[in-house]
């Protein structure tokens, strides 16, 4: 072997224990003294309390005739004093004829609405438009809707099974025909103007006035323990004023971040998902760990109208802050919190105000305006041993 071959392999061999001596070194040292930083970053924290209630509105029961009443106007819809609300029928034959003559009326409107339109094809034709509409309808749970949107449905089938002229003279004689041998049937007429709802539950009597009492969970729940019986013939109910109120009760810790007079949002939850901006009227003292509290709401009384027991989400304030891991929190001997930010090759010692937290992360105050270091972007150490206010360390 030649001497120069010899040289290249020793130091070959030379360099390859180095680099595995540095790569083996530099492993021991991660594993005995791990040090790993993360980037401070803005974040929100909201929370929330589950409510379990119910809506109290001022209801008033319309009693109709003998027979079994069918709404004449939809679920929600607002009426004025004197307005037909509700049909009553005497027997079933009286039910029969009242529904094929509703569905003749659709028909007929249908005919007359299209009658004189354009023939039109693809997206734009009165059949898409109807299965549209009623395809919404089922997807917002617009279950009020459905009857009418069916037999929209239907008609657009009729109309386009033969000639609508001829289709509609047929129709209005039949409807004449049918009008003129109707019986047993009576009209139910609003006694005052009001929203309309069908759904009628026996909790009528409970008026918001009996929400001015001081309430407990307890006394809640009796409130609406017992329905009072409904006598035959009830035409439904008129919402006559213009606020409603949802009496709730919520976990005490969640309740002390609500205040009178103040507004919160509250999202009911369940069949019917919407949310209402509600005033908080009273938060009344608690009880076995809960509260009773008592919102308010000046708009969308045609979306609860049928709505009695809810549980609902009840967003409480929000904050606003940087996001630090968990584990990077430490407590100190005095019962503060505080982190090791990364600056300049030392690890420096700032105290944590903690405004939230979720899964993993908390919430912290932005020290910035403070002239401190912990503020957007700044490094926090997540890992590292032996840490102390000033403890140099080399990465």
């Known amino acids: 072997m030649r001497r120069g071959d010899l040289f290249i392999k020793l130091v070959s061999a030379a360099l390859f224990i180095a680099v595995v001596s540095h790569i083996g070194l530099y492993a021991y040292s991660a594993l005995k003294n791990p040090f790993r930083t993360v980037s401070a970053e803005s974040g929100e924290y909201s929370s929330s309390a589950r409510a379990q209630g119910y809506v109290v509105r001022s209801e008033r029961v319309v009693q109709g005739g003998a027979g079994e009443m069918t709404p004449a106007v939809s679920e929600g819809e607002k009426v004025a004093a004197g307005a037909l609300i509700a049909n009553g029928y005497s027997g079933a034959q009286a039910l029969a004829q009242a529904d094929e003559a509703r569905a003749l009326r659709l028909r007929i409107a249908q005919l007359e609405e299209n009658r004189n339109l354009p023939a039109a094809s693809g997206a734009s034709s009165p059949a898409f438009d109807a299965a549209f509409a009623l395809s919404l309808a089922v997807?917002?749970?617009?279950?009020?809707?459905?009857?009418?949107?069916?037999?929209?449905?239907?008609?657009?089938?009729?109309?386009?099974?033969?000639?609508?002229?001829?289709?509609?003279?047929?129709?209005?004689?039949?409807?004449?025909?049918?009008?003129?041998?109707?019986?047993?049937?009576?009209?139910?007429?609003?006694?005052?103007?009001?929203?309309?709802?069908?759904?009628?539950?026996?909790?009528?009597?409970?008026?918001?006035?009996?929400?001015?009492?001081?309430?407990?969970?307890?006394?809640?729940?009796?409130?609406?323990?017992?329905?009072?019986?409904?006598?035959?013939?009830?035409?439904?109910?008129?919402?006559?004023?213009?606020?409603?109120?949802?009496?709730?009760?919520?976990?005490?810790?969640?309740?002390?971040?609500?205040?009178?007079?103040?507004?919160?949002d509250v999202g009911f939850t369940g069949a019917r998902r919407m949310t209402f901006r509600m005033r908080v009227d009273a938060v009344y003292p608690p009880e076995g760990g809960g509260c009773v509290v008592v919102f308010s709401c000046r708009s969308g009384m045609d979306k609860i109208a049928s709505l009695r027991y809810s549980e609902a989400d009840v967003a409480l304030d929000s904050v606003t802050g940087l996001r630090v891991p968990k584990q990077a929190l430490h407590l100190g001997d005095d019962g503060r919190t505080y982190v090791y930010v990364y600056s300049g090759g030392r690890a420096h010692l700032e105290y944590a105000e903690i405004l939230g937290e979720s899964d993993d992360v908390y919430i912290v105050r932005d020290n910035a305006r403070e002239g401190g270091s912990l503020r957007r972007g700044a490094e926090i150490i997540v890992k590292g041993n032996g840490l102390y206010d000033g403890k140099v360390i080399r990465r």
């Open 139 to 264: 997807q917002r749970r617009g279950f009020g809707e459905l009857e009418q949107l069916c037999l929209r449905v239907g008609s657009v089938v009729f109309t386009l099974a033969g000639d609508p002229e001829t289709s509609l003279v047929e129709l209005r004689d039949r409807l004449a025909a049918l009008e003129a041998s109707q019986t047993g049937v009576s009209r139910v007429y609003a006694p005052v103007s009001g929203v309309f709802s069908s759904a009628v539950d026996g909790f009528e009597r409970v008026a918001p006035d009996a929400l001015e009492l001081v309430l407990t969970p307890g006394a809640l729940s009796d409130m609406f323990a017992y329905a009072a019986p409904q006598s035959d013939g009830v035409a439904g109910k008129l919402i006559t004023g213009i606020t409603w109120y949802y009496a709730a009760t919520i976990e005490e810790s969640a309740a002390a971040d609500l205040e009178a007079g103040r507004e919160a």
